[in-house]
């Protein structure tokens, strides 16, 4: 059971962490500062630091859905759902860091496609929001039904 409450809570973390900062940080930040070229690069840090941060937060779920499987054995079906879809979201950070990242920042200095990339990586941070919230669901409705 108490490896239930600490999944929800690493869970909950994720998806409230990416949920502040890109829907509400990100967007006051450029609101505030006006201009794209002064808010972009501490936009572009704060999404870093949220990769990072999405990263050690799906090990740790990763290590909680794994030692929480009452099996001892092969994790059951839905915890292999759960841990997949952890997986899939920590490659969207993965790809979004080290492989879009990188083109938005080259795409503003060159002249680029910066609306293609910056397209690609606002697909990818909603891709890791939606899977931190499904993660989220998942464990939260897999507690409530586990007596207490």
């Not at 990100?26 to 501490?42: E, H, I, K, N, R």
């Not at 994790?75 to 997949?84: A, E, K, Q, S, V």
């Not at 490659?91 to 503003?108: K, N, W």
Request: aromatic share 8%.
């Amino acid at each position: 059971m108490r490896s239930h409450r600490l999944g929800i809570l690493v869970a909950a973390l994720w998806w409230g962490g990416i949920t502040g900062l890109s829907f509400l940080a990100v967007p006051v930040l450029f609101a505030q500062l006006g201009s794209p070229a002064v808010a972009g690069p501490v936009a572009a840090k704060l999404f870093s630091l949220q990769c990072y941060a999405g990263l050690v937060l799906g090990v740790l779920l990763l290590m909680v859905l794994r030692r929480g499987n009452e099996q001892g054995g092969r994790p059951d079906g839905p915890t292999l759902t759960t841990l997949g879809i952890v997986l899939f979201a920590m490659l969207l950070a993965l790809m979004q860091e080290f492989g879009v990242a990188p083109h938005i920042v080259s795409a503003r200095a060159s002249g680029g496609s910066l609306r293609l990339w910056h397209g690609m990586g606002t697909a990818m941070v909603f891709g890791q929001w939606l899977c931190a919230g499904v993660v989220l669901w998942r464990l939260s409705r897999a507690a409530a039904s586990t007596p207490a």
